[in-house]
């Protein structure tokens, strides 16, 4: 049996099948990108700077804007070089709140689990691409 007492697996939570990329992203979502590039209202917290980071190349230019606003508009329907969903462990620390990088947490969340040291609860966040308000 696979989860017998003193057998360790490992859970992978992956993105949800055939999520719709706008699923929680609102022209709000647009606007607070487009203040954050402008200086007007700075992002406060490392999710933010990772969901808006829409295709994944590490940096919010404004590009990433205009792949939103495409999104929002119905003109695509999945995101460049990223998932709809991001997964971290709420453990990670950025070295840099202000530029996170995925690859400083286990980034898609895969974590071995032990049954010999049962752990209740595995806490991760999921993060919607897109949505740095926040709103889901």
């Known amino acids: ?11 992978i939570v992956d ?9 929680q992203i609102t022209i709000k979502d647009f606007i607070l990108i487009q203040k954050h590039l402008l200086d007007i209202t700075p ?9 808006a980071d829409i295709n994944n190349d590490q940096m919010i230019p404004i590009s990433d804007l205009v792949i939103l606003r495409k999104a929002i508009l119905g003109q695509i329907t999945e995101f460049p070089n990223q998932d709809n969903w991001l997964y971290i462990e709420n453990d990670c620390a950025f070295s840099e709140p202000d530029n996170p990088s995925l690859y400083e947490c286990d980034y898609g969340y895969s974590n071995p689990i032990s049954t010999t040291n049962y752990t209740p609860f595995l806490e991760f966040t999921a993060i919607k691409v897109g949505d740095v308000s926040g709103d889901l």
């Not at 989860?3 to 360790?8: D, E, H, I, L, Y």
């Not at 993105?15 to 699923?23: A, K, L, M, V």
């Not at 992002?43 to 969901?51: C, D, G, M, P, V």
Request: glycine content about 4%; overall charge negative.
């Open 1 to 11: 049996n696979l989860f017998a007492f003193g057998n360790t697996f490992t859970l």
């Open 43 to 51: 992002f406060e917290y490392s999710e933010q700077y990772l969901a």
């Open 15 to 23: 993105q949800i099948p055939n999520s719709d990329i706008t699923f």
